[in-house]
């Protein structure tokens, strides 16, 4: 079985994005890993969650799921800082306070999303 392209993947991530407004698409470290900007570009096409790679850094190898993955010798506050930056650059802010994407109906009235 081959494995998808980048272009693919940012295509696939920009239709998803138009058929679901509301679902959280993950710009992975694998994207990253194939493409130096890949997590950026996976943020401006449709992605809006990014993981951190917050394992210690002495059992990274043992979850590590594919060759030459990036980020695997940053400590946790390295690796944010990191994120952050790159987020940033994608035109982006990275939040912290909820987990899942508030829909306009759901917003208590006078609060701004």
């Known amino acids: ?9 940012l295509r696939l991530l920009s239709i998803l994005r ?14 990253g890993t194939i493409h ?7 943020l401006q096409a449709g992605g809006n969650v990014v993981m951190p790679n917050l394992s210690p850094i002495g059992v990274r190898k043992k979850y590590e ?7 695997t010798g940053e400590e946790a506050a390295q690796c944010r800082g990191c994120l952050e930056a790159r987020v940033k ?3 982006y802010n990275i939040v912290t306070d909820r987990g899942d994407v508030r829909r306009t109906l759901d917003k208590p009235e006078g609060e701004k999303l």
């Not at 079985?1 to 993947?9: I, P, V």
């Not at 138009?18 to 994207?31: G, H, Q």
């Not at 130096?36 to 996976?42: I, N, S, V, Y």
């Open 36 to 42: 130096p900007q890949g997590r950026e570009l996976g």
């Open 18 to 31: 138009l058929l679901f407004p509301y679902a959280l698409l993950p710009s992975t470290t694998a994207l």
């Open 1 to 9: 079985m081959t494995s998808g392209t980048l272009k693919q993947t």
């Open 89 to 91: 650059i994608a035109g």
């Open 65 to 71: 799921l594919y060759a030459n993955k990036i980020c």
